[in-house]
């Protein structure tokens, strides 16, 4: 695992993107076509933001959705879906080859096969990703099922994270933070020729140090991130501050 740390959010966001779509660059010289995992939350703002400038074919690249909560409207502020076509997929210059939303108002399991079968059959070149504050990779809140081959399942959501999305401002009240949701694998994650993973910001400052440091575990899902061939760290400075 590579860690870079930086003083500002803007300057890491900027590397991270800059990594990422290195990586982009090379899958699309090689093949003329690439794909590519996106990840939502208050980590991914800087990231995203810079990613959608840079020069990229994208016509020729594909996108998955990471995970999304279970009975939540794309009205609602908190919906993925809307994070990402409002944040990112509407905001490029040209439109993606495909993006492969999860639809959380339909029938999770079924939701779950759909967009698997399709993953299942695409290699991924780069996965933009988070840590929680849980210490979870996606929605996979720790003990993380490790062994499952599902490329997407259901999940519980557990205190901690419904805490997380409550405090970040996306949900009134802790009531209104969905108990479910829909996640890809922590072993799909992994399949994923490069890993780009950005968490910023004090509160995720132990979760880093035991996803970095600490051994690999169900109980920190992220650790797993340690034994990846090309896994990328971005950190700001108070998130590295127990390193």
């Given at each position: 695992?590579?860690?870079?740390?930086?003083?500002?959010?803007?300057?890491?966001?900027?590397?991270?993107?800059a990594t990422g779509a290195q990586r982009l660059h090379e899958a699309l010289s090689?093949?003329?076509?690439?794909?590519?995992?996106?990840?939502?939350?208050?980590?991914?703002?800087?990231?995203?933001?810079?990613?959608?400038?840079?020069?990229?074919?994208?016509?020729?690249?594909?996108?998955?959705?990471?995970?999304?909560?279970?009975?939540?409207?794309?009205?609602?502020?908190?919906?993925?879906?809307?994070?990402?076509?409002?944040?990112?997929?509407?905001?490029?210059?040209?439109?993606?080859?495909?993006?492969?939303?999860?639809?959380?108002?339909?029938?999770?399991?079924?939701?779950?096969?759909?967009?698997?079968?399709?993953?299942?059959?695409?290699?991924?070149?780069?996965?933009?990703?988070?840590?929680?504050?849980?210490?979870?990779?996606?929605?996979?809140?720790?003990?993380?099922?490790?062994?499952?081959?599902?490329?997407?399942?259901?999940?519980?959501?557990?205190?901690?994270?419904?805490?997380?999305?409550?405090?970040?401002?996306?949900?009134?009240?802790?009531?209104?933070?969905?108990?479910?949701?829909?996640?890809?694998?922590?072993?799909?994650?992994?399949?994923?020729?490069?890993?780009?993973?950005?968490?910023?910001?004090?509160?995720?400052?132990?979760?880093?140090?035991?996803?970095?440091q600490g051994p690999v575990s169900p109980d920190i899902p992220a650790s797993i991130?340690?034994?990846?061939?090309?896994?990328?760290?971005?950190?700001?400075?108070?998130?590295?501050?127990?390193?």
């Open positions: 695992m590579k860690t870079r740390v930086f003083g500002s959010k803007e300057e890491m966001g900027a590397a991270a993107a090689e093949s003329n076509s690439a794909a590519m995992i996106v990840a939502t939350g208050a980590s991914q703002f800087e990231m995203l933001e810079q990613l959608r400038l840079l020069d990229l074919d994208w016509t020729s690249i594909t996108g998955f959705h990471l995970d999304e909560y279970i009975g939540l409207s794309i009205e609602h502020p908190a919906s993925f879906r809307k994070y990402l076509k409002e944040r990112f997929v509407d905001l490029l210059p040209f439109s993606l080859k495909e993006f492969y939303y999860l639809d959380g108002e339909t029938d999770p399991e079924g939701e779950c096969q759909r967009v698997g079968e399709i993953l299942s059959k695409t290699s991924i070149d780069v996965a933009f990703v988070g840590i929680g504050e849980n210490g979870h990779l996606a929605f996979n809140d720790p003990p993380a099922d490790f062994e499952t081959t599902k490329p997407y399942l259901q999940v519980e959501l557990d205190e901690a994270c419904r805490n997380q999305q409550l405090g970040e401002g996306w949900f009134s009240d802790i009531d209104s933070v969905p108990k479910q949701a829909i996640s890809m694998s922590v072993q799909q994650i992994m399949k994923s020729r490069t890993i780009i993973c950005t968490a910023p910001d004090e509160r995720k400052a132990e979760a880093v140090r035991a996803a970095i991130l340690q034994t990846h061939p090309d896994c990328h760290m971005f950190l700001d400075t108070p998130s590295a501050s127990l390193l």
